[in-house]
């Protein structure tokens, strides 16, 4: 099924995009390294990862899985497009996190 492998590349995408920006964040301090945003990061990274294992497996749960997921995503991607002016990284996980996020919304 092309839409699923589809998200399931979205979703693998996303989860090391914002699991790097998490880490770039902390590294780089200031603004970034806000504690919210940070957890943000890591929310996404997480939620991403297990969207991405309920498709693998098939599991007839994934419809729950996929709407948090897109949710979250969204929400990331708005945070990471405030800061993505002047940061690359946060710009790559800004696309990430929308492809994510659209890709997830598809197979609701």
């Not at 998200?7 to 693998?12: G, K, L, R, S």
């Not at 964040?25 to 945003?37: I, N, P, R, S, T």
């Not at 996929?66 to 995503?73: F, G, W, Y």
């Amino acid at each position: 099924m092309p839409m699923m492998k589809d998200c399931i590349n979205a979703c693998d995408l996303a989860h090391r995009a914002a699991t790097e920006a998490a880490i770039h964040a902390m590294q780089q301090g200031g603004k970034l390294a806000d504690w919210e945003l940070v957890q943000l990061l890591l929310d996404t990274a997480d939620i991403c990862e297990t969207a991405a294992d309920f498709l693998l497996r098939s599991s007839r749960q994934y419809t729950p899985v996929l709407r948090v997921a897109s949710e979250i995503a969204d929400k990331c991607a708005d945070a990471c497009e405030k800061l993505a002016p002047s940061d690359l990284r946060m710009k790559e996980c800004a696309q990430s996190c929308r492809r994510a996020a659209t890709q997830c919304r598809k197979l609701l």
